[in-house]
């Protein structure tokens, strides 16, 4: 079975500073994408980065990047100069490149102090 | 680009009665829309997948005549919960999914707390 692990319920960060969010997941496919999305308290579902397998090259956007290791099928998420807007919940998604169903961690709540 | 609309955001129902939920893409033509379902401070729970035109398929442990979905058009799929009761208060939330779009990325609507009191 297909799973995704987010090991962190809940962090907080100083604003401004760097924080670094896991995820693992575990599939027998080679062909996947993996996506990040954060949730804020609207509920409304907001794409961060998306990283397709087949690409050694890390994802980056703006403050967001990953840390995408194939071999051990981890997929972290690091905010860097966080911000209070930064605040939410942030889930960790799988999906097969053959199927349309995403698979989503158990989410982390981060909280950006000021 | 790429916006999902749903109403109503937030409804208030009775024991009993059925709610109908709609989800919209806006300004593309959604092959495929997905409803989900979400209970406070959880992850989101797949609860169908629904194709323009045909039957909707249903995960595991969701009642399909409890939960009526129809996808007429390429542009709205309708989740109606019928006979409401008190357990099935959440948060649902639909996306879609363009075949032209890389990446089998999904579009969220802003999500509808449905209350059943």
């Known amino acids: 079975a297909q799973t995704v692990t987010q090991s962190q319920p809940e962090m907080s960060v100083q604003e401004a500073e760097t924080v670094t969010l896991s995820c693992t997941y575990d599939t027998s496919e080679n062909n996947y994408y993996l996506f990040w999305y954060k949730q804020p308290p609207s509920r409304q579902m907001i794409l961060v980065i998306r990283?397709?397998?087949?690409?050694?090259q890390n994802a980056t956007e703006n403050r967001f990047s990953v840390n995408f290791q194939k071999a051990a099928k981890s997929f972290s998420l690091k905010i860097s100069d966080s911000q209070l807007g930064d605040t939410a919940m942030y889930f960790c998604a799988f999906i097969n490149s053959g199927t349309y169903k995403y698979i989503f961690g158990t989410g982390t709540r981060l909280k950006v102090l000021a | 680009g790429a916006v999902v609309s749903q109403h109503p955001s937030w409804v208030i129902c009775k024991s009993g009665t059925s709610v109908k939920i709609e989800c919209r893409s806006l300004?593309?033509?959604?092959?495929?829309m997905f409803w989900y379902r979400q209970f406070p401070k959880q992850s989101l729970m797949l609860m169908a997948t629904s194709n323009e035109g045909s039957k909707a398929t249903y995960e595991q442990g969701v009642e399909k005549d409890k939960f009526l979905i129809n996808h007429a058009s390429l542009t709205l799929s309708t989740l109606t919960v019928t006979s409401a009761h008190p357990e099935d208060s959440s948060f649902y939330i639909c996306?879609?999914?363009?075949?032209?779009?890389?990446?089998?990325?999904?579009?969220f609507g802003p999500g509808t707390r449905l209350t059943v009191l």
């Open positions: 996306s879609a999914k363009t075949g032209t779009v890389s990446y089998n990325e999904q579009f």
């Open positions: 300004d593309f033509q959604a092959t495929t």
């Open positions: 990283q397709e397998a087949y690409k050694q």
